[in-house]
């Protein structure tokens, strides 16, 4: 079982940058793969990025290659988005979410556990 909570979220203007982190509780916290995913309203949810358990591989979404970066802290049991050249497309509620993996899930059913999700507001 596992525990999410996300923070980092907020208003920021076209161009602006934020870092979302994610906490999590329960044991094994380095056996899960762990994934960013956003939702815009009226739309699906979908992958942002996603890091393997140990943090050696990494896949992007391709509208946010070259301006978001994934990273992770076993030590600390932390997952981090840190977005630059934000865009009012990049406009979502995002939501952490982890997995058992060795791999780098990239779909929504690969996922056991889920944050509650923060508000990400990109304003043009």
């Known amino acids: 079982q596992a525990h999410l909570v996300e923070s980092g979220g907020g208003l920021v203007q076209t161009g602006g940058s934020l870092r979302l982190s994610c906490a999590t509780s329960?044991?094994?916290?380095?056996?899960?793969?762990m994934a960013w995913f956003r939702q815009a309203p009226g739309k699906e949810r979908d992958l942002v990025a996603a890091i393997k358990w140990n943090g050696d591989n990494t896949a992007y979404a391709d509208s946010v290659k070259g301006r978001f970066t994934i990273s992770r802290d076993n030590a600390k049991n932390t997952v981090n988005l840190q977005m630059n050249t934000l865009k009012p497309e990049d406009t979502a509620v995002y939501y952490c979410?982890?997995?058992?993996?060795?791999?780098?899930?990239?779909?929504?059913?690969?996922?056991?556990?889920w944050g509650q999700g923060t508000q990400v507001t990109v304003s043009s």
């Open positions: 329960g044991r094994r916290f380095d056996s899960y793969a």
């Open positions: 979410a982890a997995g058992y993996s060795i791999g780098v899930p990239t779909t929504l059913q690969d996922y056991d556990y």
